[in-house]
Every structure is written in structure tokens, then in C-alpha cells.
């Protein structure tokens, strides 16, 4: 299991400026709902946001230590 705090310092290596939110929706650390806010995502399409969090997450869904990702992206109001 993988830590929120890891999890966001993950996202925050790629993304400097995300703020994260982190939901457990299993009670085990693997069914996650993350939700991402980044002024990186200006100008990009959906795809793109989410594949940039994929990209900070890769070791973790490689390894399966996240087995199901529910992501939200957005940019700051």
C-alpha cells in the first residue's frame, strides 16, 4: 500500500503546483479516486491531463499497488 503523501509528492514531482486530493474508496490503498488541480493543464485536452498523472504515477500502477484510478483534472478558478 502507498501512502497519500507519497502519492501526492509523486504528482508534485511532475506537476509543482498541483494541489491533490486523495480518496481510499476500498479501505485497502488501492481503490483511489484522485482529484487534480494544476495550471499545468491549461491548453490541454483531457487525455493529455490524465496522462500526465499516469506518467508521476507509473511505478505505482506498474507495481499494482493502485489496482483501480478514479482521476478528476482540472484548472484552478
Same mark, same amino acid.
Given at each position: 500500500m502507498v501512502?497519500?503523501?507519497? &502519492? !501526492?509528492?509523486?504528482? /508534485?514531482?511532475?506537476?509543482?503546483?498541483?494541489?491533490?486530493?486523495?480518496e481510499d474508496l476500498s479501505g485497502a490503498g488501492d481503490h483511489l479516486k484522485i482529484d487534480v488541480i494544476s495550471n499545468a493543464f491549461k491548453g &490541454? !485536452?483531457?487525455?493529455? /491531463?490524465?496522462q500526465l498523472v499516469?506518467?508521476?504515477?507509473?511505478?505505482?500502477?506498474a507495481s499494482e499497488?493502485?489496482?483501480a484510478l478514479a482521476l478528476n483534472t482540472s484548472i484552478p478558478n
Open positions: 501512502s497519500s503523501e507519497e &502519492l !501526492s509528492t509523486a504528482i /508534485q514531482r511532475v506537476l509543482p503546483d498541483a494541489k491533490v486530493a486523495i &490541454l !485536452s483531457l487525455i493529455r /491531463q490524465h499516469y506518467g508521476a504515477l507509473k511505478d505505482e500502477l499497488a493502485i489496482h
